[in-house]
């Protein structure tokens, strides 16, 4: 980069580098045109300078660095105050602030020094015809941190009392300082209170509410509002990411996570940022004990749950990982020395004891599902909670009795005492071995069925060696049903027909092999019918052999309710494939029966899980709600974390379907892929999709942007185009919602090229061109626009192409030098005479184009043409019962009419309006044109 060398080539570098985004190259650049402003000797330019430095220290993260500039400013004061504007006074005193406050975090100034320079600026802001309300503040912080609690109430009091002005932090920012000191006197309410109009974005800022926000989170988990501490996280988090000058709020979303249950949530916050770790050049203390004691917080957490030897990512040294149990002394040695040197500046121990403090936190909440999609890939490591040893066995013997016992009554509680007897050292004969075998499998099959084929084989040829022909043709059977899941043929040998037909003629097989190979054989039947050439047919020959081989079957299970529910319940799934819902649900409810019965609540569960979602699907959530509270009730402890994140991930569809409980869903959306992320990924991003769903619906779009966020990676490695490209659609359209246009454009059109639907792919393109509208990229806008009109004219959607025309017309008055004849022309060629809504619209917006249009550039008579086209919307908007439309066509009419000097029209037609809404009975229209009425 060139130098700039003239005032005026000096004073447009300043100008640039003030639009760049804070950081490490802003401040640089900086420090560079104080040197080449000094070198112009324009001595209000040099200060300009410096105080552009100062502000870039400030927000770099680098604040320890600007007593330097700022002494300097400060003597260009004392000798030549008339070398400094209205702004730059303003400035000096501002930045006398910054410096006094940021002077208690340098532990090699003095307190005597910092008691001088408070001094000093209470004395000048006095002079310059300031209050003492700012200097009371800072008077606060430095009694708070040297621990004088007297002290600091004292000047608490004096700076909330007194009166604002304009040396007063923003509004935000003092909430922010005044609610950290009610949270040190136990006052947690008042101080979330005292926050609200700031989370709540009412009030904001440069730093606010990002920093608020994180301050929130524990103290709202210590008054029990777990939910909006989650909240604040998802929103809060993303804002703060990868900030230098916001580590301390980064800190403090890091040991939200480590004392809530999500250690390997904070393990990625702490990768995210392991160059933190290091300590870089002019980093501001107290910036690194902050971040420092939150990682603090979560080593101990991992050495409490056993996790001493898990590599974690650092540059500390050679490796790219360390353990933690060799990181956490290390960075515990660096934070006591850090406080050390304030304890002996302070002559008090209070630095020290507010760290030990925080460093010794317990986790507040054991769990608290955040929804947040772990990184796929092992990128960060997964934290595996210590589980209590089961007790020790009295004797093999009896643990094989017991898991042979569960295993008979079809209990998966089973599978835990297979693997205890694997564990108990005994010598186990061939029969037990393979019983464990076929266990594990079973288990490994819920899952992945299909890729379980060769191990129910191998299963099997271990029951024949062991001499049960029974279990191993079981076996061979599910390895047949495997592959007909997978779509291949059965291994020879396997096929469930020619299996029954063996089993069948064996004399020595068991009720309980017949049924298990029986019901393998109707599952196979089933696949057949659902793939074959009548594919759900409902009246096809094999439907109806199914249905006889399921009536024989039930009514052999008469006395046998474990079997019984099993027919009922796939009789039912077999009635719903074939469109026939109908008796689903009296199928469902007899299986829910048959399995309470037989002692399996986990597969009452199942049915009841089914007969709840026909319900909803039905029409009726609120039956399908009493459905799942039976299913968790019947169920009990005796369900596993995938069937209660199954019954929890339906529960949140129907709370959305509910309407008012959308705070409940979200919560119970979360919780369901927090148990299904690692067993079901599919549903568990179906779960997301609900909370993303119902946040946005209660205007929270923020937290929805984080959601979509942490599930982008994993639906992208393994999603199908249709659900990366919904995924994607939503994601720019939330990214859109809060603000962030220019990356929602990327999003939506990156989908766009995903998609082969030319209908989705004209959408997709059609919300990007509005995303760079609300850019302000006008130029990219009214090509996306152009682009989508053309897609919809190939689909034709005759109204979805005038709304892309519409679109493109406005970005033509929104350029540097506006084409208003261009886009007038745009519109009035999209408006073809019709009856439809599109074609009234139109009119209305060229209308309002013409009343945006300076006068001093219309061409005479537009105006009064243009109120011919409000008029004409307005009627065609009445036309089809479209009050509010109509409405505002006609107070563009008004607007035009008054700017032609026909005041007493618009009054009239005005009037007419406000009665013609009051007649109808529109009360909220006709307040709306009395409103107008009285401003015109």
Not at 314 to 335: F, M, S
Not at 585 to 610: I, M, N, T, W, Y
Not at 912 to 936: I, K
Request: hydrophobic share 45%.
């Amino acid at each position: 980069m060139d130098s700039p060398s003239s005032t005026e080539e000096v004073h447009e570098a300043l100008k640039d580098n003030a639009s760049r985004p804070y950081g490490p190259a802003r401040s640089a650049r900086a420090e560079q045109l104080v040197e080449q402003a000094a070198q112009t000797g324009d001595r209000p330019m040099l200060i300009h300078a410096l105080q552009a430095l100062i502000t870039a220290y400030e927000y770099d993260g680098s604040s320890d660095r600007m007593l330097v500039p700022f002494a300097r400013v400060l003597k260009m004061w004392d000798e030549r105050p008339e070398d400094f504007d209205e702004y730059s006074a303003h400035s000096l005193h501002w930045h006398f602030k910054w410096v006094s406050a940021g002077l208690i975090w340098q532990p090699n100034v003095p307190l005597a020094t910092i008691g001088r320079w408070l001094d000093e600026m209470e004395r000048r802001y006095r002079l310059a015809g300031h209050n003492s309300q700012a200097v009371h503040a800072c008077r606060h912080y430095v009694a708070v941190h040297v621990g004088d609690t007297a002290v600091a109430a004292t000047h608490f009091d004096r700076w909330i009392t007194a009166e604002r002005d304009d040396m007063a932090d923003c509004e935000a920012c003092e909430r922010h300082n005044r609610g950290d000191w009610l949270t040190t006197q136990g006052q947690d309410e008042e101080a979330v209170r005292i926050w609200q109009a700031v989370t709540d974005g009412h009030l904001t800022c440069a730093e606010e509410p990002h920093r608020v926000l994180a301050r929130t989170l524990l103290p709202l988990l210590r008054l029990g509002r777990a939910e909006e501490a989650r909240a604040n996280h998802l929103r809060g988090y993303r804002m703060v990411r990868g900030n230098p000058a916001l580590r301390a709020s980064v800190a403090e979303h890091l040991e939200f996570a480590a004392l809530t249950g999500n250690e390997a949530r904070a393990l990625e916050i702490l990768a995210e940022h392991a160059g933190w770790l290091t300590l870089a050049a002019g980093e501001p203390v107290r910036y690194r004990l902050f971040f420092l004691e939150a990682v603090v917080v979560l080593l101990r957490r991992l050495v409490a749950l056993g996790q001493g030897d898990l590599e974690v990512p650092t540059p500390r040294a050679d490796r790219p990982t360390t353990t933690v149990a060799a990181l956490l002394p290390a960075v515990e040695a660096e934070v006591d020395g850090i406080v050390a040197t304030f304890d002996e500046r302070n002559g008090t121990a209070a630095v020290s004891g507010r760290s030990s403090t925080r460093r010794a936190q317990e986790p507040l909440l054991a769990e608290l599902p955040l929804g947040l999609r772990g990184t796929p890939g092992g990128a960060v490591p997964v934290i595996k909670k210590t589980e209590p040893e089961p007790e020790a066995p009295d004797d093999a013997d009896a643990l094989i009795a017991e898991a042979t016992r569960l295993a008979e009554a079809h209990d998966p509680r089973a599978a835990e005492v297979w693997e205890r007897v694997a564990a108990s050292g005994a010598d186990l004969p061939p029969p037990v071995r393979a019983r464990i075998a076929e266990s594990r499998v079973m288990a490994k099959a819920v899952a992945d069925p299909a890729g379980t084929v060769e191990d129910f084989r191998t299963v099997a040829r271990e029951f024949a060696l062991a001499g049960d022909a029974g279990r191993d043709a079981v076996n061979r059977a599910r390895a047949g049903l495997g592959a007909l899941i997978d779509g291949d043929e059965p291994p020879p040998g396997t096929d469930p027909a020619t299996v029954l037909a063996e089993v069948t003629a064996l004399p020595e097989a068991t009720d309980a092999v017949l049924w298990t190979v029986r019901f393998c054989h109707v599952q196979a039947l089933f696949l057949d019918w659902l793939r074959g050439p009548e594919a759900r047919n409902p009246d096809s020959p094999a439907k109806a052999g199914l249905d006889r081989l399921l009536a024989t079957l039930l009514a052999a299970a008469a006395d046998r309710p474990y079997e019984k529910g099993s027919v009922l319940h796939i009789s039912a799934q077999l009635t719903l494939s074939a469109g026939d819902p109908e008796p689903a649900p009296d199928l469902l409810a007899g299986a829910a029966e048959a399995f309470v019965a037989a002692g399996v609540p986990h597969r009452a569960a199942e049915s009841l899980q089914l007969l709840a979602e026909v319900t909803m699907r039905g029409g009726d959530p609120a039956a399908a709600e009493a459905h799942l509270d039976r299913a968790l009730t019947v169920g009990g402890d005796r369900l596993d974390a995938e069937s209660r994140g199954r019954l929890a991930a339906l529960r949140a569809e129907i709370y959305v379907m509910l309407g008012g409980r959308d705070t409940e869903a979200v919560s119970t959306a979360l919780s369901a892929a927090h148990l299904l992320d690692d067993v079901d990924p599919p549903v568990a991003a179906r779960a997301r999709m609900v909370a993303v769903f119902a946040f946005r619906r209660t205007g929270r779009p923020a937290e929805a942007v984080a959601l979509l966020e942490s599930m982008l990676p994993d639906v992208d490695r393994r999603g199908d185009e249709h659900e990366i490209v919904h995924v994607r659609q939503v994601y720019g359209e939330c990214l859109a919602d809060i603000g962030e246009f220019r990356t929602a454009a990327e999003e939506l059109i990156a989908a766009a090229r995903m998609t082969a639907d030319r209908r989705e792919h004209a959408s997709l393109v059609h919300a990007a061109a509005n995303a760079l509208d609300g850019a302000g990229m006008s130029d990219d806008a009214g090509r996306t626009f152009e682009r989508a009109a053309e897609v919809w004219r190939e689909v034709g959607d005759r109204d979805a192409e005038v709304r892309a025309i519409r679109g493109h017309a406005w970005t033509l008055v929104q350029r540097e030098e506006p084409d208003w004849p261009g886009a007038l022309e745009m519109l009035e060629a999209a408006a073809v005479p019709d009856s439809g809504y599109e074609y009234f619209e139109t009119l209305r917006q060229a209308a309002h184009l013409v009343l945006n249009w300076p006068p001093d550039e219309r061409p005479e008579k537009l105006a009064a043409r243009a109120v011919d086209l409000a008029d004409a919307a307005a009627d065609g908007f009445f036309g089809l019962d479209e009050p509010g439309s109509a409405t505002q066509s006609m107070f563009t009419a008004a607007m035009l009419e008054e700017r032609l000097g026909r005041s007493g029209d618009a009054r009239t037609r005005l009037t007419a309006l406000l009665g013609r809404h009051t007649a109808a009975g529109r009360e909220d229209l006709a307040d709306s044109v009395a409103d107008f009425l009285e401003r015109l």
